[in-house]
């Protein structure tokens, strides 16, 4: 059997807390190829960030474990980059400092100043985000933050880029337009990416997988849909093709009938 | 706008029209703009130098109308005016003060001069002028005890509540120490400092006197707390998610700390620095009282025991400065707050 570029097995997490240990995950088994973008996708609270970060190396998997190209995960590192939910781009430093200072960390005696001067820029352009790279954080919207926070995730070029929720906090003509930027650096980079995230579109329109999980606590993967779409892909012409409205249909099923939120079953 | 006014352009240009008489009805829409915000601007200036000296003008009243009802063995408590007097005095002192010790010093040389001109092998003293010190002089003693107290105090206080913000264990272990510690009174701490002191601090020629050191250290000791506490918190509370960040970059300790945790913490440890200088200076005067250091506080305790009529209106002249001078030492923190603060635009008071 070959092995998997990133492979998650048989991870289960507990929590302590006042009444015991409270399970989040349980079991759970994934493989993930290079290059692959896999979403993860679930009602709130039934543990995929606990998955993201597990995969981080944030947390630590109480039974089971992640391997990346055959080596161990157990602590947070550059190769596993993330690009976090509310941007957390130090709001000290401005745009550029912010993804220098993860560059300078990830390159430190491999680029020389020039060279990293050079891969910053690269990064900023890539996102999109040349206008702005010397303005701080509080300066630009929260859509340009998400740019940044993806630029520095890219310029740590990791071997696995994770994503929670990253468009998550965006309205949706901001979150379109970086979907659509993300999908050109896809296109260019084909980075293996693992997304969270709560939007059915975003997941059909992204993914090469989806990975559907089960409400929690002890939530594990419910169905896996591979997405067969060929890229690149253009949301306008896919809003009307019948695969694509197939898939979606998939998902939505999966979230609103097989796993509606327990607090709706019993209304 | 109607016609008349149209007219009346027309004739008159407009800036020959004095623009007190324009009544408000005729007022273009710019104009009632520009006014509302001039009025604007008048509301804040009002706001903030007219009501302050507004309620110094009342104070002031109340001081000169009741201070001369009570009477006490040396006279009736002095106002304004009389505390002023005495403020020249101490002015007119010192200036005097300064005159002798020049006088001493030119003297001095005189006598040397001669001395070597008869033989020039001849032995010559230096002595340095020992007059008495005046109130300016005992300001100046205070000032630099108080603030390299408080930098002491600072360098060990802002590394160690770094040190055990980031360390939960080690908070738990210094914790019950700052509690037992932070509300002793400085005057608890003085005789032990003082003996301390006097044990350890043995030298022919020493670099400071003791009594600096006495009021030093205790204004240090009185002054860690605050400091220490509020940049544990302050580091303790740095958001999960830029230490999610720190970790994720693999940031070394100093890195993290230089980066991510200073900046974060800033506004929390000046929030400290700011409760522990207020608290040195009062801590100080105290000592100074008490251990008859020279300072403020041994002026004070001097007129006290001095006595004479005017002794009243000098104290009062140095509680107005030791009031003055707190106030200047917060204003000096709250601009160094602001110059090394990240966010320009917070609002800092």
């Known amino acids: ?171 949706a003509l901001t979150r379109a337009h970086l979907q659509d930027s993300l999908m050109e650096i896809q296109n260019d980079l084909n980075n293996t990416v693992i997304m969270i995230t709560h939007d059915v579109d975003e997941a059909v329109l992204l993914s090469d997988r989806i990975v559907m999980m089960t409400n929690g606590p002890a939530a594990t993967i419910g169905e896996i849909l591979d997405i067969e779409l060929k890229r690149p892909r253009n949301r306008l012409e896919l809003a009307d093709d019948p695969k694509y409205n197939h898939y979606r249909a998939d998902v939505l099923r999966f979230l609103y009938e097989k796993q509606r939120k327990p607090e709706e079953k019993a209304a | 706008m109607n016609d008349a006014v149209l007219e009346m352009k027309k004739i008159v240009p407009e800036k020959t029209i004095p623009e007190k008489i324009i009544p408000e009805s005729q007022m273009s829409y710019a104009d009632k703009i520009k006014n509302n915000k001039s009025s604007i601007n008048f509301g804040i200036y009002f706001k903030n130098i007219g009501i302050p000296f507004i309620g110094i003008l009342v104070f002031l009243m109340f001081w000169s109308a009741l201070a001369p009802k009570v009477n006490t063995s040396l006279g009736a408590i002095p106002g304004p005016s009389g505390v002023y007097q005495q403020f020249q005095t101490l002015v007119d002192e010192h200036v005097e003060e300064r005159e002798k010790e020049e006088k001493f010093y030119q003297r001095q040389e005189e006598r040397n001069a001669k001395k070597l001109e008869k033989n020039p092998d001849a032995e010559i003293k230096v002595r340095a002028y020992t007059g008495k010190a005046t109130f300016f002089d005992q300001i100046w003693t205070s000032l630099y005890t108080v ?169 009062m002249v140095a509680v107005v400065v030791i009031g003055l001078i707190g106030f200047m030492l917060d204003r000096m923190m709250l601009a160094l707050q602001k110059y090394a603060s990240w966010d320009k635009t917070a609002d800092i008071r």
């Open chain 1, 1 to 171: 059997m070959t092995q998997a570029y990133l492979e998650l097995t048989k991870v289960s997490i507990e929590f302590p807390t006042p009444t015991g240990p409270f399970k989040a995950l349980d079991q759970i088994d994934l493989k993930i190829k290079e290059g692959e973008f896999v979403s993860l996708i679930g009602h709130s609270g039934c543990g995929k960030s606990t998955v993201l970060n597990i995969v981080a190396g944030l947390y630590q998997a109480t039974e089971g474990g992640v391997l990346l190209k055959g080596r161990e995960v157990n602590a947070p590192g550059a190769e596993r980059a993330v690009v976090f939910q509310n941007h957390s781009l130090l709001p000290w430093l401005t745009a550029y400092q912010n993804v220098e200072l993860a560059v300078k960390q990830v390159f430190k005696g491999k680029k020389n100043k020039k060279e990293m001067k050079e891969w910053i820029e690269h990064n900023m352009n890539l996102v999109h985000m040349s206008h702005a790279m010397h303005k701080r954080p509080d300066e630009i919207s929260g859509g340009m933050k998400q740019r940044v926070g993806i630029a520095r995730a890219l310029a740590m070029e990791p071997e696995v880029l994770l994503m929670d929720e990253p468009f998550g906090a965006l309205d």
């Open chain 2, 147 to 315: 603030l390299t107290g408080f930098i002491l105090a600072s360098l060990i206080a802002i590394p160690v509540g770094i040190i055990s913000g980031l360390n939960k264990t080690i908070y738990a272990a210094i914790n019950p120490i700052i509690q037992i510690f932070k509300p002793v009174s400085p005057l608890a701490w003085l005789p032990i400092v003082t003996m301390v002191v006097s044990a350890v601090y043995v030298s022919d020629d020493p670099m400071f006197q003791k009594s600096f050191i006495n009021s030093m250290i205790t204004v240090m000791l009185c002054c860690l707390w605050p400091t220490l506490i509020n940049t544990a918190v302050g580091v303790a509370s740095i958001s999960q998610d830029l230490k999610n960040v720190s970790k994720v970059l693999q940031l070394s300790v100093i890195t993290h700390v230089v980066k991510i945790v200073l900046p974060a913490s800033i506004p929390m440890m000046f929030t400290g620095l700011r409760l522990s200088l207020g608290i040195a200076w009062m801590v100080l005067i105290a000592a100074e009282m008490l251990a008859q250091n020279p300072g403020l506080g041994k002026f004070v305790w001097d007129e006290f025991q001095n006595g004479s009529s005017n002794s009243l209106g000098r104290i």
